[in-house]
Every structure is written in structure tokens, then in C-alpha cells.
């Protein structure tokens, strides 16, 4: 993988918020699903997720940015050891090389023992005794897999956990974590591609689906709620859906189309515990056709003359 900053266009002092910001925007032009008929599409959206999952774990990007890890994650050769192809200071005294098995990268080093230990004891924290010298071995752990989940309006503000499918047969409960939103990832650990290290992980891409009359607006959820003129004029209680079933709300005497209403506790979760609100925008809704409705319009307007619009000069 190249370097995740230049992957993910961002300078490498970019904050978090940059750092999202622009995975967001990459991974919408390059996903899979609207790059069907772009081969390198899939490879393209793989790279800005490892980049993007590299670069917002703390710990990984300061071992990236102190050379301690390369772009994938694994541990890089440390001073004093050799390449590949055996250069390097100690390269006559043993040198590193890739296992037979090609998951087994393995180090050997013949100096000082606390030299060694100091060097390997944090970064690899396995060893193992080989023919009399000190070896230390590393093994590569499995690829983390991208999967994208779906998550219906209702589910997403009431975080109900969802289901979901992964590889080779799978399956988990999936707890949806509080303040998410569309293009939050969640990390399975284990749930990856197995490796010779161990499993990698599944990284679950959250989506949050449109509703057919719920918005999001922040925390809050929002809603335009149809009312009958005489429920607007005389006050009254009715049914209003909210993410966790419908409840009574009480329309104020002489409600007009526009009113804001508002029901506490009915958004979306918080990182805090807290939840936002449902606003509630009374649309008053009236008949068409209705002779009395009609007759008694115009004989109200005959002892009535107020402007609306006055305040608007008209």
C-alpha cells in the first residue's frame, strides 16, 4: 500500500476531522457499488480504508510517523539488522530473511542479549530458541475485510443492534455504537482473513438509510406532521409517529402551518448517553371540495379583516 497520508490526499499533520473528511468523500467516488464497471475501483476503495483505518488509530499512526511500522501495519526492520537481501551493519552475522513458509519473517541477531531485548522485547513479544542463536519470529496477521452495512432510520436513532453476515459463514450481533453516523466504521476484531499470525479484523462501514418522512437534522430527528384545520383551531391531542413508537402530542389552541413542537428524547443516541429530540412541524391540512367548510369561510371573512401579511409590507 502506498503512504496512507498520499492515499488519502491529506497533509501529515492533518487532524482527525481532515482525515475523515476525506476518506468520506474518497470512499463515496470509488465504492464498489457505483464502480461496478470499474475494475480497479474495488482495489482503490480497499486502500483508502486501510489508509483511513491506519491513520485514526492513535497508536498505529504514531508508530507509522516514527518509521516503527510500514503502511500495512507490519513492524519494519530496525537499525542494525539486514534487508532482504542481506545488507545492512549486521548483515555478516546472521542477517533477516523471509520464512520458508512465506508467513514467518524471522530476525536473527548475535550481539548483546540486552541489546536484543531492548530492541524486540515491545515489538514482537514472542521468541522462540533456533540451533543455539537467538531468533525472534514474527508472523503477519490475516487482511482486515471491508464489509458495508445498511442501517434503517428507525434502528439507526434507536440503535438497535443488527445482524450481520460476514465470510466463510459467519455471523454477529453487531451493538451500534452511540453518535454514529453515516461512514462511521465499526472493527470486529478477529473477524478478518486468517493469517499465519492470527486473524485480521472486519471492518464494518455503517450507512444510514433515508426515511419516508423522518430527516436527521444533528442529533435531532425531524418530521412534518399533517393536522386537520379544526384540530389546528380548537387545540388537540393526536398520534405522532417517533423512532420508538407513536406517542400523544398536544397541539396548542390556534396552531399554524410551520409550528415547531417539540418531543424530548426521541433522536438520535449521544457518545454522552444523552439523546436529542424529535421537532414536530404541524402542516395543517385542508379539504378540498367541502360546500360547508367553504360556506362558513366566507362568512367568517365578512366580519374579519386581518392581513397575515402585513409584517411583509403587502
Not at 53 to 74: C, M, Q, S, V, W
Not at 217 to 227: C, T
Not at 241 to 257: A, I
Not at 299 to 306: F, G, L, N, P, Q
Amino acid at each position: 500500500m502506498a503512504d496512507p497520508y498520499q492515499t488519502l490526499n491529506v497533509p501529515r499533520d492533518a487532524d482527525e476531522a481532515a482525515i475523515k473528511k476525506a476518506y468520506r468523500k474518497l470512499a463515496k467516488e470509488y465504492h464498489p457499488d457505483r464502480n461496478a464497471d470499474k475494475p480497479g475501483a474495488a482495489e482503490r476503495f480497499s486502500a483508502i480504508t486501510a489508509a483511513y483505518d491506519l491513520l485514526t488509530d492513535k497508536e498505529k499512526r504514531a508508530r507509522y510517523d516514527r518509521g516503527e511500522i510500514d503502511e500495512d501495519g507490519n513492524p519494519k526492520a530496525p537499525y542494525g539488522f539486514s534487508d532482504f537481501n542481506g545488507a545492512g551493519p549486521f548483515a555478516r552475522r546472521g542477517g533477516f530473511r523471509a520464512g520458508a513458509d512465506g508467513g514467518t519473517t524471522t530476525f536473527e541477531f548475535t550481539g548483546d542479549e540486552a541489546d536484543f531485548a531492548s530492541i524486540f522485547g515491545d515489538m514482537f513479544g514472542r521468541a522462540e530458541a533456533a540451533g543455539g542463536g537467538r531468533r525472534r519470529s514474527y508472523r503477519s496477521r490475516g487482511a482486515d475485510v471491508a464489509y458495508r452495512l445498511n442501517v434503517s432510520f428507525v434502528d439507526a436513532a434507536a440503535l438497535r443492534p443488527q445482524h450481520v453476515e460476514l465470510g466463510r459463514g459467519k455471523a454477529v450481533d453487531l451493538k451500534l455504537p452511540a453518535g454514529f453516523e453515516s461512514g462511521t466504521q465499526v472493527r470486529l476484531r478477529g473477524q478478518g482473513e486468517e493469517g499465519p499470525g492470527g486473524a485480521g479484523d472486519a471492518i464494518v462501514i455503517l450507512e444510514i438509510e433515508p426515511h419516508r418522512f423522518f430527516t436527521r437534522e444533528g442529533d435531532d430527528v425531524r418530521v412534518e406532521l399533517p393536522v386537520r384545520w379544526d384540530e389546528a383551531v380548537l387545540g388537540a391531542k393526536v398520534r405522532v409517529p417517533t423512532v420508538d413508537g407513536p406517542v400523544l402530542l398536544t397541539v396548542p389552541k390556534g396552531s399554524s402551518s410551520g409550528r415547531t413542537l417539540r418531543i424530548k428524547g426521541k433522536g438520535f443516541h449521544r457518545a454522552d448517553g444523552t439523546r436529542g429530540n424529535q421537532l414536530v412541524r404541524l402542516m395543517v391540512h385542508l379539504p378540498s371540495g367541502d360546500a360547508e367548510l367553504e360556506e362558513f369561510a366566507r362568512t367568517w371573512a365578512k366580519h374579519h379583516d386581518e392581513n397575515p401579511r402585513a409584517s411583509m409590507g403587502v
